[in-house]
Structures are given as structure tokens and as C-alpha cells.
């Protein structure tokens, strides 16, 4: 009873992430038939499918559906292989990644956030990813270069360390700034950065600090 309901209101949810642009059909795919229940607290349960934020503790959130399918139609658009994702908070996004692409790299740095997305992950037999809890403005390491790099908390300024390990014709995809936020596309071409503004955006900081 309660699967039907659900996979009832993940059908809507698809349907008003069409009405808003999404396209691509893998991206609508994948989050028509994952359970974003799994990825929230039962207390929510019954706005698990509605198309907003919901609070995941720690102060945290996961993110709106619509945001989370435009970043990754955004960067299935290069058809990327090595993905890194910052801030895994409770592993939705990074359960997409995990289905539309090979290689997932995803970085927490709340320590709690992290064990509790890899249970959930390893439950959705999500297999192909790696994951490290450090601070997401150091990006992976400098010794790997990703085809796309999502970042779904928003830093004050493009993090240098993403530039870095964004391989050449990659993707970039980041909010940035405080109160007023703007979702940018950066693609790297050679050793030239190309920014699109893609639209206002509300997603919670990217923490600087080194922990
Ligand atoms: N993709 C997540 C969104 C979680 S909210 C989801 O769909 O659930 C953003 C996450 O970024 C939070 O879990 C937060 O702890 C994490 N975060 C914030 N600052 C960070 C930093 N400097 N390094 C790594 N992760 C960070």
C-alpha cells in the first residue's frame, strides 16, 4: 500500500520536474523510481516526494528534487564517467550519480551525515562509490581529475581545488554566494574556465573551514 502511494507520488514529482524543464530522460528515469523516502527521516515521510528541501538533522538538508535533476542533467549533457560530488549530506544526490554514471566520488564533512548516507547507499546497492569525510573545498585530492564535479552546498566563492581537479572538458556545477546565490555551469576547456549563470538558487553554505 504504502509503495503504491509512494511510487504514485514520485510519478507526480516527475511530471512537475517536466512542467519545469527537465528533459533528459535518464535523469527523469532514475528519480521516478528511486525512494527518496529512504533518504529522509519517517517523521517526513509523507513530503518525501514533494518537490522542496526537507531537513536531514545536523542543520542540514536534502536538496530540492528539481535542483537535484537540473544539476545532473547539467553535466550528463558531457556524458562524464568520473564524478565528484561535495557534500553528500544524505546521499540522494549521490544515489543518481551513482545510476547514471561509472566512477562516484562524494565528500561530507560531518562525519555523522556520511555513515548514515553509506548505509543508505549500500542498501540501494549503490556499489560504485567512493566516499571521504574532509572539507569539500580541497575538492578529492590533487592527484585526481573528475569529467564533472557537482557541489551541493554553496561556497562564498568558486573553491580553487575544484578548478584544479575539473578535467579538461569538464563540467563544474556550483552555487555560489551567501544570501543571494546563483547556480553556475563552469566548463573547462584546456586551461580556459567558461561560466554560464544558470539561475537563482538557496542551498545551505559550504562550511570554510579545515577540519
Ligand atoms: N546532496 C545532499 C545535499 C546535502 S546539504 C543531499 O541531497 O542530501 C549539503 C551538505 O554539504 C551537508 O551535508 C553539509 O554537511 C555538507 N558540507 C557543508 N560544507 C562542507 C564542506 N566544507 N565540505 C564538505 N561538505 C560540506
Not at 528534487?65 to 558531457?78: C, E, G, N, R, S
Not at 540522494?92 to 561509472?102: G, K, M, P, V
Request: net charge positive; glycine share 6%; aromatic share 6%.
Amino acid at each position: 500500500m504504502t509503495s503504491t502511494i509512494n511510487q504514485l507520488a514520485a510519478k507526480k514529482l516527475v511530471q512537475q520536474l517536466v512542467q519545469l524543464g527537465i528533459t533528459d530522460q535518464n535523469v527523469l528515469q532514475v528519480m521516478s523510481t528511486l525512494p527518496r523516502q529512504l533518504f529522509i527521516d519517517s517523521s517526513l515521510m509523507a513530503k518525501a516526494f514533494d518537490n522542496t528541501a526537507l531537513p536531514i538533522g545536523s542543520g542540514q538538508t536534502i536538496s530540492q528534487p528539481y535542483i537535484v535533476a537540473k544539476m545532473t542533467q547539467l553535466i550528463a549533457q558531457i556524458k562524464p564517467q568520473k564524478v565528484l560530488e561535495i557534500g553528500t549530506g544524505s546521499g540522494y544526490q549521490t544515489a543518481i550519480l551513482s545510476q547514471l554514471f561509472e566512477q562516484v566520488y562524494t565528500v561530507e564533512r560531518l562525519r555523522e551525515l556520511q555513515i548514515k548516507a553509506k548505509a543508505t547507499l549500500r542498501k540501494l546497492d549503490c556499489h560504485n562509490i567512493k566516499y571521504k569525510c574532509r572539507d569539500g573545498w580541497l575538492g578529492w585530492s590533487e592527484q585526481h581529475q573528475f569529467d564533472a564535479i557537482i557541489v551541493t552546498a554553496a561556497p562564498i566563492d568558486v573553491p580553487q581545488a575544484l578548478l584544479r581537479q575539473l578535467a579538461p572538458g569538464g563540467r563544474l556545477v556550483v552555487p555560489v554566494g551567501e544570501q543571494q546565490q546563483m547556480l553556475y555551469c563552469i566548463e573547462r576547456k584546456e586551461d580556459q574556465y567558461y561560466q554560464t549563470a544558470i539561475e537563482p538558487v538557496k542551498f545551505v553554505p559550504l562550511v570554510a573551514e579545515i577540519i
